[in-house]
């Protein structure tokens, strides 16, 4: 994988997945990204941060933003830079994320009393990756945008 | 027997016109064939012909022009892999003339080169191109399921 130019500057090598929104396919996504990561150099404990990261955000997409409606598309973006690669997840947005939902903290006690227990992905998420970004994806939906830098 | 052809699950890959993203294209789409009980045994054959019509799709069909994508379908329906590896054909594929067997070119008659779509129709129950294609080349290839195994889905 060259570092081609084009006369507007660096070509951005960006692979695209559409997934069904059905659990079981955010390990397709988790497999997609760690191959492009490992080829892009890697180390292992950075790539088993990023499918853990891959793997919520692609969760948190067919759970909520597609409500488990396998006719809608999970859509991942994966683009690989000379230092970073970055990660795009976005849902159809059957059911928007709340702000509150991506910037709170959550405490052990309160999730403890859940029943699913659930609660922690957009956090590992922020704690996994060097730099994540919440926004509305171009369709409408939910799109989290996660970048994790490659250090040699 | 019954068999239900009713579509399971596809998925869709777009990947630019560069040597090295068929490896890339390859672990995903055996991620997903594995996730449907694709039989472990034919896994190779599996890997090896996307690789092969992933390089033909862009060496070929795109000539490595990397801002050209090539476009991976896969799709499953209990009965059957289907994977369709579509270009955006700068040069449309024609079959040689005189095509040269794997064993006739082994033997030092005619290039090496060339032995992709033979090897790719040794390993798949179904393999070729789809005509009249309008978008480039489509090559569509096709495994047959072992109706014994059930889908993880």
Not at chain 1, 31 to 55: N, Y
Not at chain 2, 22 to 47: C, K, Q, T, Y
Not at chain 2, 86 to 97: A, C, L, W, Y
Not at chain 2, 137 to 143: D, I, K, S, T
């Amino acid at each position: 994988m060259s570092n081609d130019t084009s006369q507007n500057g660096p070509l951005e090598k960006v692979i695209e997945l559409r997934l069904p929104s059905k659990l079981g396919y955010e390990r397709v996504a988790m497999d997609t990204a760690s191959s492009l990561a490992k080829r892009m150099g890697f180390q292992d404990d950075r790539i088993d941060s990023l499918k853990t990261a891959v793997s919520e955000a692609v969760t948190n997409a067919i759970e909520h933003g597609n409500q488990h409606d396998s006719a809608m598309k999970v859509v991942v973006l994966l683009t690989a830079r000379d230092d970073e690669l970055i990660v795009s997840v976005a849902d159809q947005g059957r059911k928007p994320l709340s702000q509150n939902c991506t910037t709170k903290i959550p405490h052990l006690e309160e999730i403890m009393e859940q029943p699913d227990k659930g609660g922690w992905g957009i956090w590992l998420i922020r704690e996994l990756m060097d730099e994540v970004e919440f926004t509305t994806a171009p369709s409408g939906g939910n799109q989290v945008r996660m970048v994790i830098h490659l250090e040699r | 027997m019954n068999i239900n052809t009713t579509l399971i699950a596809s998925m869709d890959i777009s990947f630019p016109s560069e040597l090295g993203y068929e490896i890339i294209v390859r672990d995903a789409v055996e991620s997903f064939a594995h996730r449907h009980g694709f039989a472990p045994e034919r896994l190779e054959d599996l890997r090896t012909s996307l690789c092969e019509a992933c390089i033909n799709a862009i060496e070929h069909g795109n000539q490595c022009v990397a801002h050209m994508r090539v476009d991976v379908r896969c799709q499953y329906d209990r009965k059957q892999f289907q994977i369709e590896i579509q270009d955006q054909g700068i040069r449309p594929f024609s079959p040689p003339e005189r095509p040269y067997s794997i064993a006739e070119k082994l033997a030092g008659v005619g290039t090496l080169r060339g032995m992709g779509l033979q090897i790719i129709a040794h390993l798949t129950d179904e393999s070729g191109f789809l005509e009249n294609d309008e978008r480039g080349n489509c090559f569509r290839m096709v495994f047959y399921c072992d109706l014994d195994r059930t889908s993880r889905y």
